[in-house]
């Protein structure tokens, strides 16, 4: 399909194809990172059934990036306890959470979908800047909020650098994914 025959929902929904792909790319980066920083398997933490703790997720320090499967855990495991008052073995904090990352990234590849499709502004430039918007909406501001993850401003700044990187990265991805799914013949 031509990108001038492209309907709203066609846009929506390739832009969160690209999300998903992009966020299932930095789930792989930050899992490398972390082997590379660490002789700590980055599968390994400590699950066990009863789950994990938020404090368990902040638990690595100001100099490792955040394992992404004990971020999302944790998150959704508060928004059980929070909202619908249970509590989630491990297991289901783990399904649970990847599908909220998945849902997360798509979300964000949705909005870059509808503001790319929207400007003449070249996707190399709003696919970074996209992707700096959501390291500074999520691991800059509202994760710390939730005490899933240090603030910033506690964290080594390399490890900062590399965070924002990586979504830089993402958002990068998304561009490019998304501008294939629109461009295929």
Do not use: C
Not at 20 to 41: C, E, I, N, P, W
Not at 45 to 69: C, F, H, K, R, V
Request: charged share 15%; no cysteine; aromatic share 8%.
């Amino acid at each position: 399909m031509d990108k001038d025959q492209d309907t709203p929902l066609g846009v929506a929904v390739k832009g969160l194809i690209a999300g998903m792909a992009g966020a299932l790319a930095v789930t792989g980066m930050v899992a490398t990172g972390r082997k590379v920083m660490s002789d700590q398997d980055a599968g390994s933490g400590g699950q066990i059934d009863e789950g994990i703790t938020a404090g368990q997720a902040l638990s690595e320090g100001p100099g490792m990036p955040p394992n992404m499967n004990r971020v999302t855990a944790t998150f959704v495991q508060k928004v059980a306890t929070g909202i619908f008052g249970t509590s989630l073995g491990s297991r289901q904090q783990y399904i649970a959470g990847t599908a909220w990352h998945l849902a997360y990234g798509g979300f964000w590849g949705l909005v870059y979908a509808l503001v790319q499709s929207s400007t003449q502004v070249s996707r190399f430039l709003v696919g970074p800047i996209h992707g700096f918007v959501v390291w500074a909406i999520g691991p800059g501001s509202l994760v710390p909020r939730m005490k899933l993850m240090l603030p910033p401003t506690k964290q080594r700044p390399r490890l900062v650098a590399m965070v924002i990187a990586v979504h830089v990265v993402y958002g990068s991805l998304v561009a490019l994914i998304f501008h294939l799914l629109r461009h295929r013949d």
